[in-house]
């Protein structure tokens, strides 16, 4: 079983910059895929980026690509998500997510959640 634990939301400024990190506890990571996704107040989940545990080619949501960057830390167990250029619409709460099955947008195929983190940014 995998527990992620997120960190990193906070306050910034729009155009500003946050790195979250998501660490998970398990026996063995290589074979899981982490997500983020993300719900603004009044909005669905919405998916913004995953990476296999053990590295590879990341996805993205279109909306992020290029502001974004999913990255993972084997060594550290963390899987972190640079974002850049903030914007007042990127406000919302993260979620940290893992799959057995290959990268995806899809919120379902996730059987592991995070408690999330909040992000807010001002204009």
């Known amino acids: 079983q995998v527990q992620p634990v997120e960190s990193g939301g906070g306050l910034v400024q729009a155009g500003g910059s946050l790195r979250l990190s998501c660490t998970a506890s398990?026996?063995?990571?290589?074979?899981?895929?982490m997500g983020w996704f993300r719900q603004a107040p009044g909005k669905a989940r919405e998916f913004v980026a995953a990476?296999?545990?053990?590295?590879?080619?990341?996805i993205y949501a279109d909306s992020m690509k290029g502001r974004f960057t999913i990255s993972s830390d084997n060594a550290k167990n963390t899987v972190h998500l640079q974002m850049n250029s903030l914007k007042p619409e990127d406000t919302a709460v993260y979620y940290c997510?893992?799959?057995?099955?290959?990268?995806?947008?899809?919120?379902?195929?996730?059987?592991?959640w995070g408690q999330g983190t909040q992000v807010t940014v001002s204009s």
């Open positions: 990476i296999r545990w053990s590295g590879g080619n990341p």
């Open positions: 398990a026996r063995t990571f290589t074979n899981y895929v």
């Open positions: 997510a893992a799959s057995y099955r290959s990268p995806s947008s899809i919120s379902s195929d996730y059987v592991y």
